[in-house]
């Protein structure tokens, strides 16, 4: 199980960027994809996830209105689209999998509990 992220780059406050996922080893129709950051000298935090299942979506509340989550299924890739970035929103943004943890809220309360990880890519949003 693999799972790559990337989009990731220095934009200004207000601006967008499209994280991409491509997960390695297993399809989209059998694990949730959570998208996870961490920004420097804080704890990981739960940004969204999106369902095997049936597609339905978390968000945490920091980022509900502005990110949004989606899946392409044909490609097995997992999109996350940041529209109207603040400078907070600067961390290292991780996509995940579990196997059998659900797309939840608490998924994204429990980052511990998410036991594949890829290597991240690093969003900066300058003031």
């Known amino acids: 199980v693999q799972l790559q992220a990337s989009g990731g780059g220095l934009v200004q406050s207000g601006g967008s960027l499209r994280l991409s996922c491509k997960p390695s080893g297993f399809a989209l129709d059998y694990y949730p994809i959570g998208w996870f950051r961490q920004a420097p000298g804080k704890e990981r935090e739960g940004v969204s996830c999106?369902?095997?299942?049936?597609?339905?979506?978390y968000y945490a509340d920091s980022v509900k209105g502005r990110f949004t989550i989606t899946r392409d299924r044909a490609k097995n890739m997992v999109y996350l689209q940041m529209l109207s970035l603040k400078p907070e929103d600067t961390a290292v943004y991780y996509c995940?999998?579990?196997?059998?943890?659900?797309?939840?809220?608490?998924?994204?309360?429990?980052?511990?509990?998410?036991?594949?990880w890829g290597k991240g890519t690093l969003v900066t949003v300058s003031s």
């Open positions: 999106i369902s095997s299942s049936d597609g339905s979506t």
């Open positions: 995940a999998t579990d196997f059998e943890t659900p797309c939840s809220s608490s998924m994204l309360r429990n980052s511990y509990a998410v036991d594949y």
